[in-house]
């Protein structure tokens, strides 16, 4: 049986005049991610996109790809019949017989796209629903609480069938609203704080400071893992890897080391907002979670932020742990997050460290260290990897 997965766009449908610019985006994201998978036909018909399946492909794959592209809000993978109440009762029940023999009560509902078909809704519904009933005698029509519903949409060229819409990943097509700079540490946040800005329509570039020996060889292969399975989501992802091993120990030489972290995370910020410039990026994404840790404080945080121009993304801010893990659970990195490989933040970390810190303090340690000149040279060091 022919099948095609109808795709109903989210937000976008309500974008005024960019809805097309918006649209094509959405498209083209949608056949670069497909290509992978199976060689599908793929179109858009008043905001709705049809993903015609070849008979051979892996069906469970083309839906699960479908999944994960931001800015489509439902997926209903329906089995495709001529405009003709026959052919859609003949498919309805040949294509949803399983799901008849499961359940006890069903109903139907209809939506006519094609406003030329000579029924109405409500009438195909009755019509369509009448034949199942007799065809299906165990199962009794129930217009309230039904265990089943069969969708019958009558389009353009052709009619689809199917048990109703699952929901797809929300949100906006990747690239519609720009690109940032992702501060990616191996832990469980920054992974999470990238999805949910990448959900919002942002390219994703990664930004991984590596401070070897401190921090191992296997400690960056888990951030590239991380990227990876972030890609399932953005599709492709470079991340750019920034030597930090001389500013720690500049750091360590010569701040007090209650400012160690505070300092460190400035230049984090200064260097990520340097290399994401050069890399197209209107912004910086971290996975701070107010007052999670010390550098987290709102203080610490007027602190860090004051080096960047870029508006910086905080989207775990005014999250519990648990909610970011249940988040890292659906989007598959915890297991990798939680790898007990150390963190360049775990290096050098100060017993007692300053929460409430004063900007005089910092430019005063700041003023001990050739800031310019250590940012300079990790930006000249960094590597750039492209993932997949
Ligand atoms: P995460 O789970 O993201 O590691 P965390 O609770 O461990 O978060 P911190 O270590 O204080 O928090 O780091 C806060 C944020 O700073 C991280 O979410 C990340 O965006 C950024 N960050 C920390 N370490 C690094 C690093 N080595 N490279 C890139 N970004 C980093
Ligand atoms: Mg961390």
Same mark, same amino acid.
Request: with cysteine; glycine share 6%.
């Given at each position: 049986m022919k099948e095609v997965l109808l795709l109903k766009c989210g937000e976008i449908v309500l974008k005024g005049l960019n809805r097309k610019t918006f649209e094509d985006r959405l498209l083209g994201n949608l056949k670069r991610r497909m290509k992978h998978v199976a060689d599908c036909n793929i179109s858009m018909r008043q905001s709705v996109i049809y993903v015609e399946v070849p008979e051979e492909a892996d069906k469970e794959a083309v839906m699960d790809c479908a999944r994960h *592209? =931001?800015?489509?809000a439902t997926i209903s993978r329906a089995a495709v019949c001529e405009k003709t109440l026959e052919s859609i009762i003949d498919t309805a029940a040949a294509y949803l017989g399983n799901r008849f023999a499961a359940a006890r009560s069903f109903k139907v509902e209809s939506k006519r796209g094609? $406003? $030329? =078909? %000579?029924?109405t809704s409500t009438e195909i519904s009755q019509h369509v629903g009448g034949e199942l009933a007799d065809r299906f005698p165990n199962v009794r029509p129930d217009m309230h609480t039904p265990d089943l519903i069969v969708h019958v949409e009558v389009r353009e060229t052709y009619a689809f069938v199917h048990p109703g819409p699952e929901a797809g990943a929300g949100g906006m097509p990747i690239g519609s609203n720009g690109r940032a700079g992702l501060l990616l540490s191996g832990g469980i946040d920054s992974p999470v704080a990238g999805w949910m800005m990448a959900k919002r329509g942002l390219e994703l570039v990664g930004i991984h400071f590596f401070s070897y020996p401190y921090t191992s060889e296997r400690a960056k292969e888990k951030v590239f893992e991380l990227a990876r399975k972030l890609t399932a989501w953005c599709g492709r992802m470079s991340v750019m890897v920034v030597p930090f091993t001389q500013i720690q120990e500049a750091i360590r030489d010569n701040c007090h080391e209650e400012l160690f972290t505070l300092v460190m995370r400035r230049f984090m910020m200064r260097i990520a907002e340097r290399v994401a410039a050069d890399y197209g990026c209107g912004g910086l994404i971290t996975g701070e979670s107010l007052g999670q840790v010390a550098s987290q404080t709102m203080p610490a945080m007027a602190v860090t932020g004051a080096v960047c121009e870029l508006p910086v993304f905080r989207p775990c801010i005014g999250m519990d742990k648990e909610e970011i893990v249940t988040i890292a659970r659906k989007i598959d990195t915890f297991e990798t997050s939680i790898l007990p490989y150390e963190d360049?933040?775990? *290096? =050098?970390? %100060?017993k007692h460290p300053n929460t409430k810190p004063k900007m005089p303090k910092i430019l005063e340690a700041e003023s001990h260290l050739d800031v310019d000149a250590l940012v300079e040279q990790a930006v000249a060091g960094v590597e750039i990897v492209h993932l997949p």
């Open positions: *592209v =931001f800015g489509i094609d $406003k $030329k =078909f %000579p029924m360049c933040c775990t *290096v =050098f970390t %100060p």
